[in-house]
């Protein structure tokens, strides 16, 4: 299995997918070996910028929270937190920072509501601009209902996110806080919080019981933070050169060209060879 993040790794800067990636992923199938795309993005997103005849097997979407077989275009698998969790965390989240955003059930999680002070986060702004006709802002009698995920949008300051991930394990119970690297800026810190047990990771391990194949017979390839669990399971782990210096430092994963150089091709010729 070879599983690859999107943005940043297997799309290029302008979220492309090169001829030559593309040729590699109609090889690995051609191999049946299974393709696996592992992306932050939600599903609706996904399909903006891949065709429905697009050559993978599979989507780990929103950072693992839902699974979908790409061929059948069907959900596999999806997590969600419970009103309770959505409330406590909301509220948690609106005492120690000024932006939220809650994500809708998959399969609808492109739609959220959000709660702004008046000083929020600049990227967080660009992100509710960018997503107007999906956003809805939290009223006094907001109700709260079940979620996939909560957002909250900081400055490029990793002892704060830090800090708030560390209240937000000793507030809440049974949930999952990721950092990302803001896809707007590129320089905000994003925390995503999902139900315990969503990461890439984690999903790739789901995928494969389902599938039966060994973590063994597995590579991966990313680029930011919400990697590194992903990267961390698989048995051959590439990053490319367009990754954190955290990434890059990492003696774990070996370093291949970047995004806009094939990298993700590069990592797949290391393991299987050119043909």
Same mark, same amino acid.
């Given at each position: =299995? /070879? ?11 302008? $979220?492309?997918?090169? +001829? ?17 795309? $592992? ?19 599979? *989507?780990?979407? !929103? ?20 009103? +309770?969790?959505?409330?406590?965390? !909301? ?9 939220? =955003? *809650? #994500? ?7 739609? #959220?509501?959000?709660? *702004? ?20 802002? =939290? ?7 079940? &979620? ?26 049974? /949930?999952?806080?990721?950092? $990302? ?53 698989? &048995?051959? &782990? ?14 774990? #994963? ?15 010729? =290391? ?5």
């Amino acid at each position: =299995m /070879v599983i690859t993040d999107l943005d940043g790794t297997l799309l290029n800067d302008d $979220a492309k997918v090169s +001829q030559k990636n593309l040729e590699t992923l109609k090889k690995l199938g051609q191999k049946n070996i299974v393709r696996v795309v $592992a992306t932050g993005r939600s599903l609706y997103l996904v399909k903006q910028v891949l065709h429905d005849s697009f050559p993978i097997d599979y *989507i780990i979407f !929103s950072s693992g929270a839902g699974i979908f077989c790409w061929k059948k275009k069907e959900i596999l698998n999806a997590y969600h937190l419970t009103a +309770q969790q959505v409330k406590d965390l !909301s509220e948690l989240i609106k005492k120690w920072n000024n932006n939220l =955003m *809650i #994500f809708n059930e998959i399969p609808e999680n492109h739609h #959220f509501n959000y709660w *702004i002070s008046q000083n929020a986060e600049s990227d967080f702004i660009r992100r509710l601009n960018n997503f107007k006709l999906v956003a809805k802002e =939290m009223e006094k009698d907001f109700e709260y209902t079940k &979620a996939s995920q909560l957002l909250t949008i900081l400055p490029d300051k990793v002892e704060l996110f830090y800090h708030l991930k560390e209240k937000i394990y000793q507030n809440a119970s049974n /949930v999952k806080v990721i950092r $990302a690297s803001s896809p707007i800026d590129g320089k905000s810190i994003w925390i995503e919080i999902f139900p315990q047990g969503v990461s890439k990771g984690d999903a790739v391990i789901w995928l494969c019981n389902r599938l039966n194949i060994s973590l063994s017979e597995t590579i991966s390839i990313g680029n930011d933070y919400n990697d590194i669990d992903m990267l961390n399971v698989t &048995a051959h &782990a590439f990053v490319v050169e367009n990754s954190p210096a955290e990434l890059l430092d990492n003696p774990k #994963f070996r370093i291949v060209s970047t995004n806009n150089a094939d990298g993700f091709s590069n990592a797949v010729e =290391m393991i299987y060879g050119t043909n």
